[in-house]
């Protein structure tokens, strides 16, 4: 059971931040192991275990990032990241295709939510076809975004939108090749507790609908075909 993480957790990762090197890593794996992985294993398993029974159809997964950079991607930095994530979604190949629910700590802050890291453009194009078919859904899902203050929308947009949207409220949607729906904090107290699993407990509940949207959206018909 998550009891929360640690100052051992947090020095850890400020650490191995300016100390990304082998050596260090290897001196500190016991606390690396035990006050970071282990701490966020705990709280995946238990947020999985949330959302599994909210929507026990899904078929869900709960997977805890490696510490290990992938050597073929390093870019000048260290083999180490100083960071780490859990994340909850429907088992794929191309995980990054398909919208998912995740939790990150970072030396600074967490943050967590539900979306897209890197969507199939035809995932886009059939969202854009699913709201022309049908634009009051996402508009009540859009305004329900609106009145609360949790989660913000995050966009990486098209320099120029793909069509038009039926309303201003829906342009966003319609500009957007990527996106997320997250919270952003600081290390708050929350975090060294357990109060931080009924704080992600009612965001993903908040989240479901969204999620519900937006993971069939593969079964739609391809808009180009039409």
Known sequence: MFTGFTDETVDFMWGIRFNNERTWFEAHKDIYLTKFYQPMKELGDEIY??????RPDYGLIRKVTRIYRDARRLHGRGPYKDHLWFSVEQPSEQWTAHPTFWFELAPEGWTYG????????????????????DPKTMETLTRRLARQKEFQLETEDYKRPRSAAPS????????????SICHEDKLTDEVFSRDIVDRLKEG??????????FVTLDGDPDPREQ
Do not use: N, V
Request: aromatic fraction near 22%; glycine fraction near 2%; charge should be positive.
């Open 168 to 179: 201003k409220l829906l342009e966003p949607w319609y500009r957007t090749k990527s996106f």
């Open 204 to 213: 993903y509940r908040f989240l479901l609908p969204y999620y519900d949207y």
């Open 114 to 133: 539900m979306g897209y890291y890197l969507p199939k453009p035809l995932t886009m194009a059939k969202l854009r076809a699913r709201i022309d078919r």
């Open 49 to 54: 275990d949330f959302l599994q029974e909210e």
